[in-house]
């Protein structure tokens, strides 16, 4: 059996584990040096533990830029609990550690929304406080638990139901990008890049009301028309004013389109292309960009869009604001000279052949290409870099174009019908205006197909995969993908489920049902005071029992103890035993007196002594 400082460990080391995300590097280092340290018992001195603790705080500072976010003060508290284990001293040292660790995980559930961590809070919730029993001298019983259950459950059903939903609660982000990590951006700074390593955070989920191809897994976030030559900025063109509708119904060309967004995101993305997008009873119709930027204090986690492949992209406006490169004449004429071609189909072929003849290839880690001349000469790099290349060389021709930041690719999950997309399909492709509408080009496809062909993440699996092949025993077996699948349609469907249960969802029933919503805020204190008055009636009544069980447990026990030693007391008269017991000439009688006097305090006299070291003081006779 663990030890209960050891649990204690094991649950936010798991915590810490789920939470890698959020959890910075230094916190993570923090919590494995500190326990480690802790389940040795290796004491260190207070100065040094305050030093570290300072260390860790000041790189949040370093990391973030401020102190007052959800993310850090998840940081701050995992440190704390740490620092507090490792200064572990007295009793009240075990209950904060006790009551911050279930802060700490009740704190996580706002950030990671699995099943995976549903069970690891439920598991370690259970685990805590079968602690805290013993912490309290008490007996650990699984009936006590499914008892408090009965009784937690239905207010916790009513709650979840009753309690009144924000309009737009506060958005608790995750698996967001870290430097140097795949992920989607807003604009496009290639030449601060050297590598990029796979993220396999989710961004977002989405049902389709049609199955879609491989091809058409291009998924829209931003239009980029400013550059300087090389990297992409988004400037105010780029956004425009959406149209509000009455009410719209998708063509039967279009498909319709939910998603759930994972994190906190900068724009609506939507299968390009993009129509009408709708979210809190708002209907949206989208313009000449076919993009929509989230407003920052009102992220939209829930919406649909309607739209999809073989939508024309017509833009009427004038187009001189796609055709400015900023490149020396010297390095515009050689672009002219090397590509041939009129029209965007003739010069999109031009580019393609160059580029296969001279052997360019994709890497994720191509090194810093700095502009587009030095792009051109290394001859590697990766969607972003074969995108504005591209992009320059049709603005050159005469070729008004753009570019378009968003995803490619996604995993589908065949038992619940739905696409998961992660930050290794974050992608970037252009789009040339030819014969009065905007053309997808995606230069990625023409250096390494099976980035499209597969998807981001498939992509990379796969890359990851043929480097294993010498050895077998790291891959891993198909059915456990199968497993993953299956077990990601529960999670998607149980948090599609408890994310439904919001404002409107609520307005909606509560209108059936002809009650008022500010009505709720008088009937829930009712319905707490008249709970709380029920489960203090009951504690009470069921301590009662339970102090006279444990004592007679105690008597006879001791009766049992004295009867092995042939001493027979009578279980009537209490002043004649106690007479009995000062009469005898045994070894242990000052021992047995003392065990017969914690006896009486605790059974007659209301004493508080723990019952469980009573017990082991029995045991002894």
């Given at each position: 059996?663990?030890?209960?400082?050891?649990?204690?460990?094991?649950?936010?080391?798991?915590?810490?584990?789920?939470?890698?995300e959020?959890?910075?590097?230094?916190?993570?280092?923090?919590?494995?040096?500190?326990?480690?340290?802790?389940?040795?018992?290796?004491?260190l001195?207070?100065?040094?533990?305050?030093?570290?603790?300072?260390?860790?705080?000041?790189?949040?500072?370093?990391?973030?830029?401020?102190?007052?976010?959800?993310?850090?003060?998840?940081?701050?508290?995992?440190?704390?609990?740490?620092?507090?284990?490792?200064?572990?001293?007295?009793?009240?040292?075990?209950y904060?550690?006790f009551?911050?660790?279930?802060?700490?995980?009740?704190?996580?559930?706002?950030?990671?929304?699995?099943?995976?961590?549903?069970?690891?809070?439920?598991?370690?919730?259970?685990?805590?406080?079968?602690?805290?029993?013993?912490?309290?001298?008490?007996?650990?019983?699984?009936?006590?638990?499914?008892?408090?259950?009965?009784?937690?459950?239905?207010?916790?059903?009513?709650?979840?139901?009753?309690?009144?939903?924000?309009?737009?609660?506060?958005?608790?982000?995750?698996?967001?990008?870290?430097p140097?990590?795949?992920?989607?951006t807003?604009?496009?700074?290639?030449?601060q890049?050297?590598?990029?390593?796979?993220?396999?955070?989710?961004?977002?989920?989405?049902?389709?009301?049609?199955?879609?191809?491989?091809?058409?897994?291009?998924?829209?976030?931003?239009t980029?028309?400013?550059?300087?030559?090389?990297?992409?900025?988004?400037?105010?063109?780029?956004?425009?004013?959406?149209?509000?509708?009455?009410?719209?119904?998708?063509?039967?060309?279009?498909?319709?389109?939910?998603?759930?967004?994972?994190?906190?995101?900068?724009?609506?993305?939507?299968?390009?292309?993009?129509?009408?997008?709708?979210?809190?009873?708002?209907?949206?119709?989208?313009?000449k960009?076919?993009?929509?930027?989230?407003?920052?204090?009102?992220?939209?986690?829930?919406?649909?869009?309607?739209?999809?492949?073989?939508?024309?992209?017509?833009?009427?406006?004038?187009?001189?604001?796609?055709?400015?490169?900023?490149?020396?004449?010297?390095?515009?004429?050689?672009?002219?000279?090397?590509?041939?071609?009129?029209?965007?189909?003739?010069i999109?072929?031009?580019?393609?052949?160059?580029?296969?003849?001279?052997?360019?290839?994709?890497?994720?880690?191509?090194?810093?290409?700095?502009?587009?001349?030095?792009?051109?000469?290394?001859?590697?790099?990766?969607?972003?870099?074969?995108?504005?290349?591209?992009?320059?060389?049709?603005?050159v021709?005469?070729?008004?174009?753009?570019?378009?930041?968003?995803?490619?690719?996604?995993?589908?999950?065949?038992?619940?019908?739905?696409?998961?997309?992660?930050?290794?399909?974050?992608?970037?492709?252009?789009?040339?205006?030819?014969?009065?509408?905007?053309?997808?080009?995606?230069?990625?496809?023409?250096?390494?197909?099976?980035?499209?062909?597969?998807?981001?993440?498939?992509?990379?699996?796969?890359?990851?995969?043929?480097?294993?092949?010498?050895?077998?025993?790291?891959?891993?077996?198909?059915?456990?993908?199968?497993?993953?699948?299956?077990?990601?349609?529960?999670?998607?469907?149980?948090?599609?489920?408890?994310?439904?249960?919001?404002?409107?969802?609520?307005?909606?029933?509560?209108?059936?049902?002809?009650f008022?919503?500010?009505?709720?805020?008088?009937?829930?204190?009712?319905?707490?005071?008249?709970?709380?008055?029920?489960?203090?009636?009951?504690?009470?009544?069921?301590?009662?029992?339970?102090?006279?069980?444990?004592?007679?447990?105690?008597?006879?026990?001791?009766?049992?103890?004295?009867?092995?030693?042939?001493?027979?007391?009578?279980?009537?008269?209490?002043?004649?035993?106690?007479?009995?017991?000062?009469?005898?000439?045994?070894?242990?009688?000052?021992?047995?007196?003392?065990?017969?006097s914690d006896?009486?305090?605790?059974?007659?006299?209301?004493?508080?002594?723990?019952?469980?070291?009573?017990r082991?003081?029995?045991?002894?006779?």
């Amino acid at each position: 059996m663990l030890r209960t400082d050891w649990k204690q460990n094991i649950v936010l080391l798991m915590f810490a584990f789920l939470m890698y995300e959020i959890l910075t590097i230094s916190t993570m280092t923090f919590v494995i040096l500190g326990l480690i340290a802790a389940g040795f018992q290796i004491k260190l001195h207070r100065y040094l533990r305050n030093f570290l603790a300072l260390g860790v705080f000041a790189s949040y500072w370093m990391t973030y830029g401020k102190i007052i976010d959800p993310e850090v003060g998840l940081n701050f508290l995992t440190s704390i609990i740490v620092l507090k284990i490792l200064e572990k001293e007295t009793i009240r040292d075990r209950y904060m550690i006790f009551f911050g660790l279930l802060l700490l995980i009740s704190a996580g559930s706002l950030f990671e929304k699995t099943l995976t961590y549903v069970m690891f809070f439920g598991l370690s919730f259970l685990m805590l406080i079968r602690d805290f029993y013993s912490y309290l001298g008490q007996k650990w019983r699984v009936k006590d638990i499914l008892l408090a259950v009965t009784w937690v459950a239905p207010l916790t059903f009513l709650l979840f139901f009753l309690v009144p939903r924000l309009l737009n609660p506060i958005p608790f982000g995750h698996n967001k990008t870290a430097p140097g990590e795949i992920g989607y951006t807003p604009d496009v700074n290639i030449s601060q890049i050297d590598s990029l390593a796979p993220n396999q955070g989710p961004v977002f989920q989405v049902m389709t009301n049609k199955p879609l191809k491989q091809q058409d897994l291009y998924w829209r976030g931003n239009t980029l028309s400013y550059n300087d030559g090389w990297n992409w900025m988004l400037m105010p063109q780029d956004n425009e004013a959406p149209m509000d509708l009455l009410g719209v119904s998708p063509s039967p060309l279009e498909i319709r389109q939910n998603f759930r967004l994972y994190n906190r995101s900068d724009y609506f993305f939507a299968l390009d292309v993009p129509r009408v997008i709708t979210f809190n009873r708002q209907v949206l119709g989208l313009g000449k960009l076919r993009t929509l930027p989230q407003k920052r204090y009102q992220w939209i986690q829930r919406y649909e869009v309607i739209g999809g492949p073989g939508q024309k992209l017509e833009d009427p406006e004038r187009l001189d604001q796609y055709l400015q490169v900023p490149l020396p004449k010297k390095e515009k004429s050689r672009i002219a000279l090397t590509f041939t071609g009129v029209t965007a189909t003739e010069i999109e072929q031009s580019i393609r052949q160059y580029f296969l003849k001279e052997k360019f290839s994709y890497s994720l880690s191509p090194g810093r290409s700095l502009n587009f001349q030095e792009f051109m000469d290394k001859k590697i790099g990766f969607c972003s870099h074969y995108a504005s290349a591209v992009a320059l060389i049709m603005r050159v021709k005469g070729i008004p174009t753009r570019l378009v930041s968003g995803y490619m690719g996604g995993g589908y999950n065949r038992f619940a019908d739905f696409y998961l997309i992660s930050q290794n399909d974050a992608h970037v492709w252009l789009e040339a205006w030819t014969n009065g509408e905007w053309k997808r080009l995606d230069p990625t496809e023409w250096i390494a197909p099976d980035r499209v062909r597969l998807g981001g993440e498939a992509f990379i699996e796969s890359v990851q995969d043929s480097r294993q092949r010498g050895a077998s025993f790291l891959r891993l077996p198909r059915f456990l993908g199968d497993l993953k699948l299956w077990f990601g349609q529960w999670d998607f469907l149980f948090y599609q489920w408890l994310e439904e249960m919001d404002y409107h969802t609520q307005d909606a029933w509560l209108s059936r049902l002809k009650f008022k919503r500010q009505w709720l805020f008088s009937l829930i204190p009712v319905l707490m005071v008249i709970f709380m008055g029920l489960y203090m009636w009951f504690l009470k009544k069921q301590n009662k029992k339970k102090k006279i069980h444990h004592h007679q447990e105690l008597w006879d026990l001791f009766f049992n103890r004295l009867q092995k030693q042939g001493i027979s007391l009578s279980k009537v008269s209490l002043s004649e035993n106690e007479m009995l017991l000062k009469g005898l000439q045994v070894p242990k009688k000052a021992f047995i007196m003392s065990a017969w006097s914690d006896l009486v305090k605790v059974s007659f006299q209301d004493s508080d002594l723990c019952l469980k070291d009573l017990r082991k003081k029995i045991k002894k006779i």
